[in-house]
């Protein structure tokens, strides 16, 4: 199901420039029309086409979303392979980092990143990846610390391995279930924070069509035109949904605890 949903998804934004409207076209003749063949997700306020502008929507949020997700795994997880494994001054000074970067609340972090460097793409995404890296530490951290007590991490010790091979062969193989469920999420939240910094106009500005904008271009029209709201908050309710199922499904073929529990 989520495979399915992403793939969907991914397919929609590919195709989004050849969409049969342009999403930024103003067309003064179809103002606020109703769902219909010709504007499949109907119009908006200045005629433009809800479907197209939704495709293209969805490149900038699922843009945003991956780049976030890799960005924050490839820095967070070493700095949580580092703190959990080195213990001493390194990890007090990583976790006290952490902690402190956790202890404000995420989205108001990821607004005011925003609001200080100004909006646009580049911007939402150094805000949100920002706000997310902690998640990856964390958890990478708490594998670690559960990891490195096992049989076989203090036999690869004995035998002379490195600290960086042990690291790399024994530890991270074995935390990657748990980070690509993370993962999964951790794009999941950035799509729902791009919408919530699209939604106050500190994502990437006008004429982009960014489903948070779409919302709140779209909220002065509940009870006229509620299309204008309802089909830009159920593609970011399906492309949440889809990113969550996706990393469940990894994770049950990923993980060979479930797999031995299944059997043959």
Partial sequence: MGSAIVAVLGAGAFLAPWASHFPDRLNLEHILEAP????????????????????????ISLTIGVLVGFTAMLVGVPLGLLSGYSEGLLDRVLTGSIDIALAFPALLLAIAIAAGLGPGLSTAIIAITVVEIPRFQRLARAQTLFLRELEYVTAA?????????VMRVHLLPNALPALIVQLSLTISAAILAE????????????PASGWGAMLNSGRGYLEQAPWLSVFPGLA???AV????????????????????SKGP
């Fill in 241 to 260: 949904l889809g990113f969550n199922k996706l990393g469940d499904g990894i994770r049950d073929a990923l993980d060979p605890r479930l797999v031995r």
């Fill in 36 to 59: 219909n063949r010709a504007f499949l997700f109907g119009s908006d306020n200045l005629g433009r086409d809800v479907f197209s502008r939704i495709l293209a929507g969805g490149r």
């Fill in 195 to 206: 919408a919530g910094l699209s939604f106050l106009g500190l994502s990437v500005p006008p």
């Fill in 236 to 238: 970011i309710m399906a």
């Fill in 157 to 165: 010790k004995a035998i002379g391995a490195s600290d960086a091979r």
